[in-house]
């Protein structure tokens, strides 16, 4: 059995909200996607980001990683970083995904305005919160 593809996720806090895409399964998601052969995931993540909403973020704190089944059977590796928003907080919808929402952290619970956002999104979230990231990386 080979390894599930590894996708790097950014979990990105600005002034007390953290930014979700919603995806065409209609579950709330974290900006990122999958590192180029050979690219380094924090590398991937910064151009990730930047495709899917048009921010620039510098990558700072790893959080836990986890299995995450998106299809019945079909697993990937979800390996999430605390980011930190580097010049304007104006994020451009791609194509990849149907809505962009930045949630008061006030309302972060498993569902987001009716749609899903699963648990370990939700715990990579908290764990970026609980941690003591550089000053201008949230106001809360």
Known sequence: MS???VSVKGVLIHDGCV???LNERS?????GG???PGEDHRAALVREVRE??????EIETPLDEHLFEVLPGRWVHIVPF?????GHAHAVLSPEHLEMHWLP???LGRRVAGQRLPKGYLGAIR???AQPLSVSTRSV
Do not use: F, M, N
């Open 52 to 57: 899917e909403t048009g921010l620039s973020v």
């Open 19 to 21: 930014l979700l895409l």
């Open 105 to 107: 952290l006030t309302k």
């Open 27 to 31: 579950e709330w998601d974290l900006p």
């Open 34 to 36: 999958r590192p180029d």
């Open 3 to 5: 390894a599930p593809p």
């Open 82 to 86: 605390a980011c930190r928003l580097v």
């Open 127 to 129: 764990q970026a919160i």
